[in-house]
T-cell receptor
Framework: AQRVTQPEKLLSVFKGAPVELKCNYS??????LFWYVQYSRQRLQLLLR??SRESIKGFTADLNNGETSFHLKKPFAQEEDSAMYYC????????????FGRGTSLIVHP | KAGVTQTPRYLIKTRGQQVTLSCSPI?????VSWYQQTPGQGLQFLFE???????NKGNFPGRFSGRQFSNSRSEMNVSTLELGDSALYLC??????????????FGPGTRLTVL
């Protein structure tokens, strides 16, 4: 069975501080990992996916197969980063049955 | 492009009733997925439709069903409503080709309250 764990329900930092949102997963095969974000009063949207190896809005995430983690990082948090962040996993190779973590609320104080 | 739309935005039903929710995908998108979001269980995948066929299914009872029309619009139906079905139901559309740039775009959701 696939599982995604986001150990922190809430993460509170000050503007300019580094941010790391943790995501741990369990899956027997090779997963595809995603981060979704939901800003206040906005729709859920894809932030980034591990296969793209891209940086979006200054955020990066590296898939660590050994530690089964996909932590989201940003070196300098901005107030506009305040949002709910969800980590998600889907099996690779075809069938799309995603599993989401419970989400972490990030609050960036001025 | 217009985004994903869902109707109605809010619904109140009583136990035992049935409900139908509608989702209109972004033009050109052939895949529509449905999710249930509750405080207790978080965001859970219900099913995905592609070209009028259910392609993937989550772990929900048969009371939850869906369909997709030839114009890619989708409906989901919940029969014999239970209190625990109260949730935000999200729909998301995508091209559905499974490629590395195939991105899901979410709708605003339908808030269902079962009394």
């Amino acid at each position: 069975a696939q599982r995604v764990t986001q150990p922190e329900k809430l993460l509170s930092v000050f503007k300019g501080a580094p941010v790391e949102l943790k995501c741990n997963y369990s899956y027997s095969g090779s997963p595809e990992l995603f981060w979704y974000v939901q800003y206040s009063r906005q729709r859920l949207q894809l932030l980034l996916r591990h296969i793209s190896r891209e940086s979006i809005k200054g955020f990066t995430a590296d898939l660590n197969n050994g530690e089964t983690s996909f932590h989201l990082k940003k070196p300098f948090a901005q107030e506009e980063d305040s949002a709910m962040y969800y980590c998600a996993l889907t099996p690779s190779g075809g069938s799309y049955i995603p599993t989401f973590g419970r989400g972490t609320s990030l609050i960036v104080h001025p | 492009k217009a985004g994903v739309t869902q109707t109605p935005r809010y619904l109140i039903k009583t136990r035992g009733q049935q409900v139908t929710l509608s989702c209109s995908p972004i033009s050109g998108h052939r895949s529509v997925s449905w999710y249930q979001q509750t405080p207790g269980q978080g965001l859970q995948f219900l099913f995905e439709y592609f070209s009028e066929t259910q392609r993937n299914k989550g772990n929900f009872p048969g009371r939850f069903s869906g369909r997709q029309f030839s114009n890619s619009r989708s409906e989901m139906n919940v029969s014999t409503l239970e209190l625990g079905d109260s949730a935000l139901y999200l729909c998301a559309s995508s091209l559905g080709n499974g490629g590395p740039t195939d991105t899901q775009y979410f709708g605003p959701g339908t808030r269902l309250t079962v009394l």
